[in-house]
T-cell receptor, first 117, second 115 residues
Framework: GAVVSQHPSWVICKSGTSVKIECRSL??????MFWYRQFPKQSLMLMAT?????????EQGVEKDKFLINHASLTLSTLTVTSAHPEDSSFYIC?????????????FGDGTRLSIL | AQKITQTQPGMFVQEKEAVTLDCTYD???????LFWYKQPSSGEMIFLIY??????QNATEGRYSLNFQKARKSANLVISASQLGDSAMYFC????????????FGTGTRLTIIP
């Protein structure tokens, strides 16, 4: 149980393109999802907290106009990297927790490797 | 603010030996949760073990155990009888409020198991 699906796994696109990444909770409803970014050989850094039906909460230093987050349903959050540039190339990964299961860990999607040419 | 410190960037361990990965933390919250995740080269984050700040006993999950020393603010991961498949990055992480909030990660330890 508590499966999180992330799509796509890989994206390679030209500079200036906008890229949308989806994060779905498959067998539970997630009012809150989290988006992380990981550069090579570094740790995961939280970018934003996605809240169903309301605006996302962004961490300090993360451009909200650059990384658009939409959490329109209890099972889906999307991260859109707008006008992506090579410095946006990274590994993006989402997580969510099933609140109905009491004390449970956050489960992660498999991540999206984004490469901007 | 919460902080996680992992002081071992890399470790090499002989297969079948036990290994301890260090993790210390800092928080002003009395209620918090500590987690260990494994990240293979493929990138996915695999949950290994959880310890709540009020848990009296150390958590165990199969070959994984968490050596929780609250006074020292340490939460070391112990892997018994290591296997080649244990080679991966290992991240220690914490939340406040028992997992309801965002995770703060340490810098990770790359574990390599030698045949």
């Amino acid at each position: 149980g508590a499966v999180v699906s992330q799509h796509p796994s890989w994206v390679i696109c030209k500079s200036g393109t906008s890229v949308k990444i989806e994060c779905r909770s498959l067998d539970f409803q997630a009012t809150t999802m989290f988006w992380y970014r990981q550069f090579p050989k570094q740790s995961l850094m939280l970018m934003a907290t996605s809240n169903e039906g309301s605006k996302a909460t962004y961490e300090q230093g993360v451009e909200k106009d650059k990384f658009l987050i939409n959490h329109a349903s209890l099972t889906l959050s999307t991260l859109t990297v707008t006008s992506a540039h090579p410095e946006d190339s990274s590994f993006y990964i989402c997580s969510a927790r099933d609140p109905a299961r009491g004390v449970q860990p956050q489960h992660f999607g498999d991540g999206t490797r984004l490469s901007i040419l | 603010a919460q902080k996680i410190t992992q002081t071992q960037p890399g470790m090499f361990v002989q297969e079948k030996e036990a290994v301890t990965l260090d993790c210390t933390y800092d928080t002003s919250d009395p209620s918090y949760g500590l987690f260990w995740y494994k990240q293979p080269s493929s990138g996915e984050m695999i949950f290994l073990i959880y310890q709540g700040s009020y848990d009296q006993q150390n958590a165990t999950e199969g070959r994984y155990s968490l050596n929780f020393q609250k006074a020292r603010k340490s939460a070391n991961l112990v892997i018994s009888a290591s296997q080649l498949g244990d080679s991966a990055m290992y991240f220690c992480a914490m939340t406040n409020n028992f997992g309801n909030e965002k995770l703060t990660f340490g810098t990770g330890t790359r574990l390599t198991i030698i045949p």
